[in-house]
């Protein structure tokens, strides 16, 4: 065994050795990235990475970026500064073992873990309250810190206290906008824009996208998640192909869909957003990674998952077909 992931072992065993609750599958060798490796910066995206320090500052001394305390950022300010500062050093204690110094999970603890630690650099956060497309809200990413996600190796940092908990959500959140900004940037320079072109549109779509991630959350309503004939209604949308839930987690609810899951090679077909494989949900073993109250079972068939193939049936399903399904999926559990 490598020195380097003897060391990594070592430290995951301390942490559950610790009470840190850590669930470690560890992946096979086809469960790698497939992502290729990034090529060196051209001198027009190093121009951009220049200019997105200067604004966001470095993730040892970030800084409150001028206009983003609408997206939940503090404001730009010395005290705003003292903020972001704090969280990047509760970030390095807590947070750098799986997500990596920069946010990208490209540790080797992160390697020999299933599902992945996120991968801040795309901006994109799996659960959500928001609608379909929209962006994350503060309190999105405070509940996820606070609870953890069940059956992943994201354990609860609700042990935290304040001010440093606050700072820690608050530095999340710049990890995941600079991200986001950054990819969008770097995209437009190898297109042949001028960077500082390229950085200006960028950092006005970025701002606007977290910007209007404050406004539109999924509404859910008042139902009766265990009533019989509801989950019997639902078992007949879950089977209908045109609402398409078997085709990914399988009539019986394994996960493993003829739209996933290749029997005969024994492999995934879809990817994530992050180029891993897409595993649907065994939905009969009811753990999900995003709770498995109505509610949040409610939100992700609504906004489906973001950057994962489940697609969002909000604009197709009316909320009592929704609570229907919701009902179905608890009722495959019992079994």
């Known amino acids: 065994m490598k020195t380097a992931e003897a060391c990594a072992i070592g430290a995951v065993v301390l942490l559950a050795l610790a009470g840190v609750s ?3 599958i560890f992946a096979a060798p086809d469960h790698e990235p497939s992502r290729a490796p990034e090529t060196p910066f051209s001198n027009e995206e190093r121009a951009v990475l220049n200019l997105l320090q200067a604004d966001f500052g470095s993730f040892g001394a970030p800084r409150a970026p001028a206009g983003f305390e609408l997206a939940g950022l503090p404001a730009a300010s010395e005290d705003g500064n003292t903020v972001l500062r704090l969280g990047a050093t509760a970030f390095r204690t807590q947070c750098l073992q799986c997500h990596g110094p920069t946010g990208r999970a490209d540790t080797t603890t992160a390697a020999m873990l299933t599902p992945r630690p996120r991968d801040f650099s795309l901006g994109m956060v799996k659960y959500t309250s928001t609608v379909a497309g929209a962006r994350a809200r503060r309190g ?9 996600l069940p059956s992943t190796a994201m354990s609860s940092f609700g042990r935290l206290r304040e001010p440093t908990f606050g700072a820690l959500v608050d530095y999340a959140m710049w990890i995941l906008i600079r991200g986001e900004l950054e990819y969008s940037a770097r995209e437009r320079a190898r297109a042949g824009v001028d960077p500082q072109a390229a950085y200006s549109a960028a950092r006005k779509e970025v701002l606007s996208a ?11 309503p008042e139902f009766d998640a265990d009533d019989p004939e509801a989950a019997r209604r639902g078992a007949r949308l879950y089977a209908d192909p045109a609402v398409g839930c078997a085709t990914c ?11 996933v899951w290749d029997a005969e090679r024994e492999r995934w077909l879809l990817q994530d957003a992050w180029s891993f494989p897409a ?19 409610f939100r992700r068939i609504h906004a489906g998952v973001k950057g994962t193939p489940m697609p969002a049936h909000g604009d197709r399903l009316s909320d009592g077909e929704i609570s229907d399904l919701v009902a179905h999926l608890r009722a495959i559990a019992e079994r």
């Open 22 to 24: 850590l669930t470690l």
């Open 279 to 297: 595993q649907p949900r065994d939905l009969r073993r009811a753990q999900y990674h995003g709770g498995g109250s109505p509610e949040n079972l």
């Open 210 to 220: 977290w910007d209007a991630a404050n406004a539109p959350q999924v509404r859910v």
């Open 140 to 148: 999105d990413l405070e509940r996820t810190l606070r609870e953890g």
């Open 249 to 259: 987690h399988g009539a019986d609810g394994s996960g493993r869909g003829p739209a």
